[in-house]
């Protein structure tokens, strides 16, 4: 197996899932705080407010990154610790704690890939509609604005957005996620078009605002499609499934609806027929912003389904053989994703391709000789890997590679239960340790993949 020379090897993580410390230094409140206090909704009724307690523990954290010879560490900032209210005084302790955090990780030699929005809108501008309010895209952009400015003196490398099917979907269509909504298609369909006008417009800011040329990307998450066998048939009908578009109920939820808008300019046929008369208004310039070009495109990927070419010329689902393997949180483990995704992607989108999040969640515990041993984790990524290796065999551009997470920590409505994370975290003492998978990734790291 092998994997080009400069491949970018890194771990990532997410501001509300690992820096606790919710409300201090003026930070706002954001629509996750307020959902987790709702009883019923998260997990044994957990909350992230304390968390990791990375907020005031990063330099340990960061120490720990070394340890394992991280060179890469995607993070995401919170909107509400840099803006309390979203869209209205800068709060310059926020600023000041990111400035620490990401000054640390460049004295260690790890290059920080920012995320400006994973998941967590500030609460007074979900009052004040949130995404579905006109002025949206403007708020997300001055924002963004503010971080540039800010941190492109440590960071080169900006995303928008983190997996919007999710935000959108669970939070606003489904009602799982907060704020616990379900909007009708047609207002989702509204949300979108803001989203991807927010993107739009905060490409422009973003690299307006920069203190030295950055590169800018975009994280989608979505349903990898493999093929059920090689057949040229199998290939195009998982290719046909993979990037059309869902029915109207979980019109959140597809690829193509969310990636050829940025990435083609234009939103794809089946979706526009298919939601037909749930539309918002959709102009020539609308399209021109939110396809103001960007430099990488990044993929979250955790599993997928098996598709073939059904007798009636139609893709199908196959059936997933009985008693295959699953995760902790339930995922089936299916490898192949990481092979026909990113093909079908790099052929589609023809722009380097990041897998900026992939890994696995178990029930891991500090064993009676006080290691962390999750040989399943190691044998998930390695299968993952080895697979991604094989996409790049058959010619996608993929730069890199981000092991979800760096740390265990807020796996959002599943709580503490659910650990991702490389290095272990005690909820209750704040120890760290650093597993197995943490330890063997950095072999990882150090051979270039030659390892798997
Ligand atoms: O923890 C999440 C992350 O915030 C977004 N992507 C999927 C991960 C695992 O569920």
Redesign the pocket.
């Known amino acids: 197996m092998s994997f080009p020379k400069g491949f970018v090897w890194g771990a990532a993580a997410?501001a509300h899932?690992i820096e606790g410390a919710y409300n201090a230094d003026g930070r706002g409140k954001d629509i996750w705080d307020v959902f987790e206090s709702e009883n019923g909704k998260i997990f044994e009724g957990h909350t992230a407010r304390v968390s990791c307690d990375h907020y005031r523990r990063y330099a340990e954290d960061i120490k720990i990154m070394k340890e394992i010879g991280l060179e890469n560490y995607r993070l995401s900032i919170s909107w509400s610790r840099l803006i309390p209210d979203g869209a209205g005084a800068v709060n310059q302790k926020g600023v000041d704690f990111y400035k620490r955090l990401l000054s640390c990780l460049c004295e260690n030699g790890i290059n920080p890939y920012i995320t400006f929005y994973?998941?967590d809108l500030p609460y007074e501008l979900h009052k004040r509609g949130g995404w579905l309010n006109p002025d949206s895209p403007d708020w997300f952009a001055r924002y963004a604005e503010l971080a540039v400015k800010n941190f492109s003196e440590f960071s080169s490398r900006f995303i928008t957005f983190?997996?919007p099917q999710?935000f959108i979907g669970l939070g606003f269509q489904k009602g799982i996620h907060a704020p616990g909504l379900k909007h009708p298609a047609r207002d989702v369909l509204q949300m979108t078009h803001n989203v991807l006008k927010a993107h739009g417009t905060a490409v422009r800011a973003a690299r307006a605002a920069a203190v030295r040329p950055i590169l800018i990307g975009y994280a989608p998450?979505g349903e990898m499609c493999c093929p059920a066998t090689e057949s040229a048939a199998d290939i195009e009908a998982a290719r046909e499934r993979m990037f059309s578009c869902p029915d109207l109920e979980n019109c959140a939820d597809g690829i193509s609806w969310w990636s050829d808008p940025i990435m083609l300019g234009k939103y794809p046929e089946d979706g526009l027929k298919k939601y037909e008369g749930f539309l918002p208004d959709i102009t020539a310039e609308d399209m021109k912003l939110i396809s103001e070009p960007i430099d990488f495109y990044c993929q979250?990927i955790?599993n997928g389904a098996f598709v073939r070419a059904g007798e009636n010329g139609k893709s199908e689902y196959v059936t997933r053989p009985a008693g295959g393997g699953k995760t902790a949180?339930g995922w089936h483990v299916t490898p192949q994703c990481m092979r026909w995704g990113p093909r079908f992607l790099y052929e589609r989108y023809k722009k380097p391709i990041y897998i900026t999040?992939n890994?696995m969640?178990s029930h891991d515990w500090v064993s009676l000789d006080g290691g962390v041993h999750d040989p399943q984790r190691i044998d998930y990524t390695r299968r993952h890997l080895r697979e991604l290796s094989k996409a790049i065999a058959d010619g996608a551009d993929v730069r890199g590679y981000f092991h979800?997470?760096i740390m265990d920590?807020f796996?959002?409505c599943q709580g503490y239960s659910?650990r991702?994370g490389l290095v272990y975290v005690d909820y209750q003492t704040q120890e760290r340790v650093i597993k197995d998978s943490g330890r063997w990734y950095k072999t990882v790291i150090e051979t270039n993949g030659e390892n798997i």
Request: aromatic share 24%; glycine share 4%; with cysteine.
């Open positions: 997410a899932q994973h998941w983190n997996e999710c998450t979250n955790y949180i999040e890994g969640s979800w997470s920590n796996e959002w659910d991702f």
